[in-house]
């Protein structure tokens, strides 16, 4: 009934919501809450992207401002470049998150680089659709050893940056790829590989969840793209689709103001030891067959 895939939808919504912002793996939580409603497997792929775009609009609407001075900063960069004003070293601090913004990005691109038949873009979503628990319980303890590890060795550090580098940026790309795996955080990932690097917490809250908009946006266009052209694939009413982006987009704003405050109250490990037992949790499951 359409209520009640209403219902499934907004309580999807709202993990999304939460989770993609929080590091615990949006992805491997909708993944966990698809497989105890027993929803189809068709039709799953747009959803979770729908979902995605809602909490695309949760960052739009919360830093807008900055987004708006990184889009005139990347057209005045065009033109300095043209005009040969263009200076690396001379970046200020907005044009600079930019620059590295397009840098993290691009590494992406090493996702859908065919490696035989396939690119690693399809091979994890092949291991991200395999029925067993037990592959998605073991990325959402990496995750859990990832957060832990990051907090235990910048505690000791006195000083962070609060400008990337190349290098950096780079880095953190990197880890947006391993995060395309379910159960993998990709704030997760990238906020702890940017600490590591020396970054601030504050800087990296940031860069983070505006790196997010590139991947969700093409991700969102790609799924739109494949259902416009076989609308077989889409096995759910639109309807549901709708209420669950809502719920993505209102909880997405909670779940942004939420990791600011552990982030001033400095608390954010504390998801490090939740990944860690929602893993070992999800093995065990996988492995008794749940």
């Not at 004003?85 to 065919?114: D, H, Y």
């Not at 990932?189 to 020396?198: E, F, R």
């Not at 009413?237 to 669950?244: F, H, K, M, N, T």
């Not at 982030?263 to 929602?278: I, N």
């Amino acid at each position: 009934m359409l209520w009640i895939e209403s219902i499934k939808l907004f309580v999807l919504g709202m993990v999304q919501g939460f989770s993609e912002f929080l590091p615990i793996s949006s992805s491997g939580h909708l993944k966990l809450f698809q497989h105890f409603f027993q929803m189809e497997s068709d039709g799953n792929s747009f959803v979770s992207i729908m979902l995605h775009v809602g909490t695309l609009g949760a960052v739009l609407i919360v830093y807008h401002r900055l987004i708006w001075d990184l889009i005139v900063e990347f057209f005045k960069t065009i033109g300095d470049v043209f005009t040969g004003k263009f200076r690396f070293k001379e970046m200020n601090s907005t044009r600079r998150m930019m620059v590295m913004l397009i840098c993290a990005t691009l590494v992406l691109g090493i996702m859908v680089i065919p490696f035989g038949e396939h690119s690693l873009k399809d091979y994890m979503e092949m291991l991200n659709e395999l029925p067993n628990l037990v592959p998605l319980g073991i990325a959402f303890m990496v995750t859990g050893v990832l957060l832990i590890t990051t907090f235990v060795i910048t505690a000791k550090r006195k000083k962070n940056r609060n400008d990337a580098t190349i290098r950096d940026a780079l880095i953190i790309g990197g880890s947006q790829c391993v995060a395309t795996m379910a159960g993998i955080s990709r704030s997760g990932a990238t906020m702890a590989t940017g600490l590591l690097c020396g970054l601030s917490r504050e800087y990296m809250i940031r860069f983070s969840f505006i790196l997010s908009i590139p991947a969700i946006a093409a991700a969102a266009l790609s799924e739109t793209k494949t259902v416009i052209e076989d609308p077989s694939t889409l096995s759910v009413d639109l309807l549901p689709v709708v209420v669950g982006m809502i719920s993505a987009l209102v909880f997405g704003i909670l779940s942004i103001k939420m990791i600011e405050w552990l982030l001033r109250k400095d608390r954010y490990q504390l998801f490090g030891y939740y990944c860690l037992t929602l893993g070992l949790i999800v093995v065990i499951l996988g492995l008794i067959g749940v």
